[in-house]
């Protein structure tokens, strides 16, 4: 498998616009996770799906924030309207399960978002 | 909810020294510690992991180990290499909760 996968790995956008960032999780994994990296707030959990469904979404900043789950292979995490705050790294993860023992989330390479 | 304290933010050695970092949690009943990796341009990777029903647990030249009494954790890295330079990522989680992870460390190995 080659692990989880996300795209595009750069992107850089004007405030106000639309941005929509995607992620192909390991064949098999029924838990997804999306992650904001920054300096000052390290990696935070924005949302996770276990078998395609939103488990929990608190971590979500704003409205702005939306993601789905349409299929086992491929979520989708968009930014409407984008801000420049909103300029970090975006990773998506993926993880067999989360029993009593937690298992090995793998990471995709993320995303670098720029908002000017 | 959860809340993870790591230290230091950076740390420098020297090629051959060893490295220790280390984590502090809050919620005692937190009962998985994962340790991640991560390189330059890249997403973490877990290294080494330690569950509460052990203490300590090694893996070559890595070793973490757990205090659950005092809820904190480390992480060490013996005969450093420049290859060990990366951001580490210490997180804890209990049950069937999600990873709460502390800030990082970036340490920097030199030749």
């Known amino acids: 498998d080659a692990g989880v996968i996300q795209s595009p790995r750069h992107e850089v956008t004007e405030m106000g616009q639309e941005v929509t960032l995607r992620c192909k999780p390991i064949s098999g994994h029924d838990y997804l996770f999306w992650y904001r990296q920054t300096m000052m707030r390290g990696l935070e959990l924005l949302i996770y799906f276990n078998n395609n469904v939103p488990i929990d979404d608190s971590g979500m900043p704003e409205d702005r924030f939306s993601a789905k789950m349409p299929n086992a292979s491929f979520s989708t995490l968009k930014i409407q309207p984008s801000e420049p705050r909103d300029s970090a790294v975006y990773f998506c993860a993926s993880s067999l399960g989360q029993g009593p023992w937690n298992t090995e989330a793998f990471f995709g390479q993320g995303t670098r978002l720029t908002v000017v | 909810g959860e809340n993870v304290e790591q230290h230091p933010s950076t740390l420098s050695v020297q090629e051959g020294d060893s490295a220790v970092i280390k984590c502090t949690y809050s919620?005692?009943?937190?009962?998985?510690f994962p340790w991640y990796k991560q390189e330059l341009g890249k997403g973490p990777q877990l290294i080494i992991d330690?569950?509460?029903?052990?203490g300590e647990k090694k893996d070559q030249r890595i070793a973490v180990t757990l205090n659950k009494t005092a809820k904190h954790f480390s992480l060490h890295i013996t005969e450093t290499q420049p290859e060990d330079s990366a951001v580490y990522f210490c997180?804890?989680?209990?049950?069937?909760?999600?990873?709460?992870f502390g800030k990082g460390t970036m340490l920097l190995v030199s030749p």
């Open positions: 330690i569950r509460s029903n052990v």
């Open positions: 919620d005692s009943a937190s009962n998985y």
């Open positions: 997180a804890a989680s209990r049950g069937h909760s999600t990873l709460t």
